[in-house]
């Protein structure tokens, strides 16, 4: 029925996803580190305007890869009492636009250069003696895994341009509730919307899913 998709492929999409996770997952705590309570000082003082504060969301989002983190950060300042929740609204905002970012560069198609960032970050990490400098080094490991993990699930999806059944289940998602429904489900499995950003990258590289099934989904 899937037309030669077998284990050893299965095996591959579900590697190739913990890989982009573990990726995303160290970069983003690594930049944290790295920047220290920067970021939290820059989103306080961003709510006094509130279009500073959707492109500080941005930013901040896009450096650190998670609108998780920067909304955490941001109910701890509300909690606080340090700002409003009305003027945390506009940063919100922001870090949904910023964690956008990850599938931008996805499509920019530098996963060819994974295991250089691996290499690179490696290489970095063994030699340097400063903390910060470790952590930035992980930020590179960590990009590189999530180009990995990308290569790996995009080679493993190849087989299923031959299974008409897989063409078929793709070719539903053009309904737009089906297909938001299955973004949001899968989104809410794996905590990431930039693996499922990702993984729709994959498929559309591979001619398996058309941009009014990508859309919804």
Do not use: C, W
């Not at 089906?178 to 809410?188: S, V």
């Not at 990431?192 to 950003?197: F, G, L, M, T, V």
Request: charged share 10%; glycine share 10%; hydrophobic share 55%.
């Amino acid at each position: 029925m899937l037309n030669g998709f077998g284990l050893e492929n299965l095996i591959g999409v579900i590697g190739g996803l913990a890989v982009f996770l573990l990726g995303l997952d160290m970069m983003s705590a690594n930049l944290r580190k790295a920047a220290g309570n920067t970021f939290k000082l820059i989103l306080e003082k961003a709510t006094d305007n509130r279009a500073i504060g959707v492109l500080v969301g941005t930013l901040v989002t896009a450096l650190i890869q998670s609108s998780s983190a920067t909304t955490s950060i941001l109910i701890s300042l509300v909690q606080s009492q340090l700002i409003s929740f009305e003027r945390s609204i506009a940063v919100i905002l922001g870090a949904n636009i910023g964690t956008t970012v990850t599938a931008q560069i996805i499509a920019f198609k530098v996963t060819k250069l994974a295991l250089v960032f691996v290499a690179v970050g490696f290489l970095v990490k063994v030699i340097s003696k400063r903390t910060k400098t470790k952590n930035i080094a992980y930020v590179a490991i960590g990009l590189g895994f999530i180009f990995l993990g990308l290569e790996t699930m995009s080679h493993s999806m190849r087989v299923l341009r031959d299974s008409q059944y897989f063409l078929d289940l793709m070719q539903s998602f053009e309904n737009v509730g089906l297909g938001i429904l299955a973004g949001a489900i899968f989104t809410a499995l794996v905590q990431s919307s930039s693996a499922s950003i990702g993984i729709a990258i994959g498929l559309a590289t591979q001619g398996l899913v058309t941009i009014e099934a990508a859309v919804p989904l």
